[in-house]
């Protein structure tokens, strides 16, 4: 297990020069250098947290979850290239990132995730990450510009070409994860630190808080 610990951390260094050169070569001004070197800080912090985790405790999954959200977040950021290749298959994977991250933060400390409701919002946001991008590039021929993108190719699995059903499809998403499931998530993070013992709600508070913020903020820009 420690080398494919050594082996993620190679591979994150790796991806996170290249996930900043793609943002700042190919989305113009839609970034700037400071922001694409924040957003791979950010994927940097949950890998780095997840192999010192996965070294601590091995036989605990939350470690092998957070590097893997890390990695993941890096990734995301290569569906900004211009290569159709590149674009589509880093397209159809990019919003399971944010699933792998939320299942990261619902399955603290424990590596699993507690509660019905949990596990629910959970499989939803799976399905949801991996079913919309692919819907989207089965339609999307490149005539339309897609929210949060630079200019971008034509999908390699379209089949109907229609760029406006792309892009309504992209505001479903959006509305549906960042509006009502990253809700859901604050509601259940809070819920669970009103229920939580003082000493559990100590340990769960740091992160949680910092989850709630950034759902927040996901929030805002699904509605806004």
């Known amino acids: 297990m420690r080398a494919v610990r050594l082996l993620l951390a190679a591979a994150g260094l790796v991806l996170g020069v290249v996930a900043y050169r793609v943002q700042v070569d190919n989305l113009g001004e839609s970034t700037t250098p400071a922001r694409a070197a924040a957003i791979v800080a950010v994927a940097w912090s949950f890998l780095v947290a997840g192999l010192i985790a996965w ?129 859901l998530f604050i509601a259940l993070i809070v819920r669970r630190l009103v229920r939580a013992t003082p000493r559990a709600r100590r340990l769960l508070a740091p992160l949680g808080l910092a989850a709630v913020v950034f759902a927040l903020r996901a929030v805002w820009e699904g509605v806004f």
């Open 55 to 183: 070294s601590r405790r091995p036989g605990n999954r939350l470690g092998p979850l957070l590097a893997t959200a890390g990695i993941f977040l890096l990734l995301r950021q290569l569906r900004y290239s211009h290569d159709e290749l590149v674009f589509t298959v880093f397209f159809l994977l990019s919003e399971v990132s944010y699933a792998l991250a939320a299942h990261s933060v619902l399955a603290y400390p424990s590596g699993e995730v507690v509660g019905r409701a949990e596990r629910s919002l959970v499989r939803v946001g799976y399905a949801a990450t991996l079913l919309f991008p692919l819907a989207i590039l089965l339609v999307y021929d490149g005539s339309e510009q897609l929210r949060y993108m630079g200019a971008t190719p034509e999908s390699l699995l379209v089949i109907w070409e229609n760029g406006e059903l792309a892009v309504a499809l992209q505001k479903a998403f959006v509305v549906f994860v960042w509006g009502i499931l990253a809700s």
